[in-house]
């Protein structure tokens, strides 16, 4: 028996329609309002269990002027759910702003757990997950997603993205200039016919999915950062920033990398350029 004036946060499929629990089946029955990110979509999960609970859209776009009005259904004594396309609201999906307002006028909120993209992908992919950080969509913008990259560098644990396939190409690429060779796995069409991992390091997966136009959502899990430390000290590091700009690199990111890989400053790393003899082939500074 579900309690009046309360919201249920409920997670929903993030493919499979049989990935779905029936406590949110039952919830989705017996509410009396369902908020649903997108109307058209979740339909086709209302007619597959046969619930014909009335719906009404709650969206990026109209959240904070929603949640208003579902506040006050919710103090009428009305109980709602509230679900997102895929997955859990509130995870890179709208939902937090009525939870916030609910928690903010002391009407109960309960969350219904499931199926969720990241923590699916993340033990999917086999990398560490004794301690991972969630970053769910980088900026769109190059400046700003560079920005991002360079902050998140050198954390020491899984970190997990989602990205859209028509820009996957380009933040493999943003990644690889700030990560360098770090393994990693690209996740997608999670739990539906075509599901895939694809595996190797950053620049690996950039170069694999230039071939192949990527489809469907995606999930990136990062391997977590363990600096390196030097072994072959500076005459090591000229070497390995010479190869750098070689492969194509900026000097700078060339600098930054090795002394990433090596666990040192990059002024370090420039003072051995600059006391290096002159090679041929070595760049001068």
Known sequence: MLAKGTLYVCATPIGNLGDITLRVLDTLREVDLIAAEDT???????QHYQINTHMISYHAHNEKKKSLELVE????????????????PGISDPGC????LCL????????????????????????????????????STTGARRKVLEQLANLPQT???????????????????YFGERPAAVVRELTKLHQEVH????????????????????????APY???KSVGGPEQWCQEVNQGISGGLSKKD??????KRYGVRKSEVYQALLDAPAMDGQVSL
């Open 254 to 259: 060339a600098m930054k990398e090795v002394a």
């Open 97 to 100: 702003e009525v939870i916030r």
């Open 104 to 139: 903010a006028e002391s009407i109960p909120v309960d969350v219904l757990p499931g199926p969720n993209a990241a923590l699916t992908a993340l033990v999917l992919s086999g990398m560490p997950t004794e301690h991972f950080s969630f970053h769910g969509f980088l900026p």
């Open 40 to 46: 058209r979509h979740s339909r086709k999960l209302l």
């Open 199 to 222: 595996r190797g390091t950053v620049l690996e997966l950039k170069v694999s999915f230039e071939l192949t136009t990527p489809r469907g959502e995606c999930c990136i899990i990062l």
């Open 159 to 177: 970190q997990i993205f989602y990205e859209a396939p028509h820009r996957l190409v380009s933040t493999l690429q943003g990644m690889s200039e």
């Open 73 to 88: 259904m919710l103090k009428a004594g009305q109980a709602i759910a509230l679900i997102s396309d895929a997955g859990l």
């Open 226 to 228: 363990i600096p390196v």
